[in-house]
């Protein structure tokens, strides 16, 4: 009977064991993903944090001719950015652009530096809006009137 009991306890002992590295391996398993979706979240975060851009047009003046509208938009974030990740919507439409950066100075769109974006649409007279957006999210609105 005494050597029934010692197995029994032994064999309770092991899966415990069993049951406790198994618990331990999932939390250091989900522990991990926590970590790297922190870091993720994070990078992000400064990404953020440090772009900024500001349309930088007069709204009374805003240039359209012939069907052509011209936005200038300035990077005034502490990060260069690529302007050719930046999505523009006029009234809430996204428009097809082609952008340049104004004046000397490289062909990278650091602080201060402003871009210059042109557009083919057809625009009535009155009042309209432009939202430009970079890849990270960062975003400047401008209500005009034509």
Same mark, same amino acid.
């Given at each position: 009977?005494?050597?029934?009991?010692?197995?029994?306890?032994?064999?309770?002992?092991?899966?415990?064991?069993?049951?406790?590295?198994?618990?331990?391996?999932?939390?250091?398993?989900?522990?991990?993903?926590?970590? %790297?979706?922190?870091?993720?979240?994070? %990078?992000?975060?400064?990404?953020?944090?440090?772009?900024?851009?500001?349309?930088?047009?007069?709204? &009374? *003046?805003?240039?359209?001719?012939?069907?052509?509208?011209?936005?200038?938009?300035?990077?005034?974030?502490? @990060?260069?950015?690529?302007?050719?990740?930046?999505?523009?919507?006029?009234?809430?439409?996204?428009?097809?652009?082609?952008?340049? /950066?104004?004046?000397? #100075?490289?062909?990278?769109?650091?602080?201060? &530096?402003?871009?210059?974006?042109?557009?083919? @649409?057809?625009?009535?007279?009155?009042? *309209?809006?432009?939202?430009?957006? /970079?890849?990270? #999210?960062?975003? %400047?609105?401008?209500?005009?009137?034509?």
């Amino acid at each position: 009977m005494a050597s029934d009991d010692s197995i029994t306890q032994m064999i309770f002992f092991i899966a415990s064991i069993i049951v406790a590295v198994t618990i331990a391996g999932t939390i250091i398993g989900i522990t991990g993903l926590m970590a %790297d979706e922190m870091r993720v979240k994070s %990078d992000n975060a400064v990404s953020v944090m440090g772009s900024s851009i500001t349309i930088v047009n007069d709204p &009374r *003046h805003v240039p359209y001719e012939n069907g052509t509208i011209t936005i200038y938009i300035k990077n005034t974030g502490e @990060l260069p950015q690529s302007y050719r990740d930046l999505i523009i919507f006029i009234d809430g439409q996204y428009i097809e652009f082609e952008a340049d /950066l104004v004046g000397p #100075g490289g062909e990278n769109w650091v602080t201060g &530096r402003v871009i210059e974006v042109t557009a083919t @649409l057809m625009l009535g007279a009155g009042d *309209h809006t432009a939202k430009a957006i /970079l890849g990270n #999210g960062a975003s %400047d609105t401008l209500d005009f009137r034509l």
